[in-house]
């Protein structure tokens, strides 16, 4: 079994800076790719940030030069810096891993969410 825990969520005021953090534990055997979607209230679930086994990172347009996803393979954790944030980053942030477990099967993995609040 595989569980993902995410933190640091919380209520910012524009222009202020969160720090996202994900930490998976279980069996796992290796990671391909984590990352983090985000839903917004009557809007899709919306791909963030991955960051991929060897370093590879890939933004959504949106987010660009403002977020950060960065990777501690010793802790199987995954971050997300937010700086400079705006009220429509005000959503619920979904960490995902998409790994394979110790009994050889891949699968996707996702965290419970964590609220952010970016107020004007």
């Known amino acids: 079994q595989v569980q993902l825990v995410e933190s640091g969520g919380g209520l910012v005021q524009t222009g202020g800076s969160l720090r996202l953090s994900c930490a998976a534990s279980?069996?796992?055997?290796?990671?391909?790719?984590m990352g983090w979607y985000r839903q917004a209230p009557g809007k899709q679930r919306e791909l963030v940030a991955t960051?991929?086994?060897?370093?590879?990172?890939n933004y959504a347009d949106s987010v660009k030069g403002r977020f950060t996803i960065s990777g501690d393979n010793a802790k199987n954790t995954v971050y997300l810096q937010m700086d400079s944030l705006k009220p429509e980053d005000t959503a619920v942030y979904y960490c995902y891993a998409d790994l394979q477990s110790t009994f050889g099967f891949t699968n996707d993995y996702w965290g419970q969410g964590t609220q952010v609040t970016v107020s004007s």
């Open positions: 960051i991929y086994n060897g370093g590879r990172t």
């Open positions: 279980g069996s796992i055997f290796s990671f391909n790719r």
